[in-house]
């Protein structure tokens, strides 16, 4: 699950810093003001691959896709991003453990 998990939080990463670029030429808001939110955001992503194995690390990836969803109501077309990002962290979490118990099986069966 790590892999799987680690790899959409990296890619989110990515698109929460291309979104920063596009708000500054779409919105009224201060460049210091998006880059003091989309910064942030865009670590958390980054430090959360280090911490999947908590297990509240699977939690705190959701509040980080509810925190981009709700990113919609500055520029809207993050709604849809949103959703899709969260429809991929469900995808990953799933086959992620899917994958980890499979793993585990094997494991279990060759000793």
């Known amino acids: 699950m790590r892999a799987l998990c680690s790899t959409h939080l990296i890619g989110q990463a990515l698109v929460i810093c291309l979104a920063a670029l596009v708000a500054m030429q779409l919105t009224d808001i201060s460049t210091g003001t998006l880059w003091a939110v989309a910064g ?8 959360l691959c280090a911490k999947l194995s908590r297990p509240w690390a699977v939690g705190a990836g959701w509040v980080l896709q509810l925190g981009l969803f709700l990113t919609g109501f500055v520029i809207p077309m993050m709604f849809l991003i949103g959703v899709v990002f969260a429809g991929i962290w469900y995808g990953c979490v799933r086959v992620g453990r899917i994958i980890d118990a499979a793993k585990a099986a094997r494991v279990a069966a060759a000793d």
């Open 40 to 47: 942030p955001a865009a670590l958390v992503c980054v430090w």
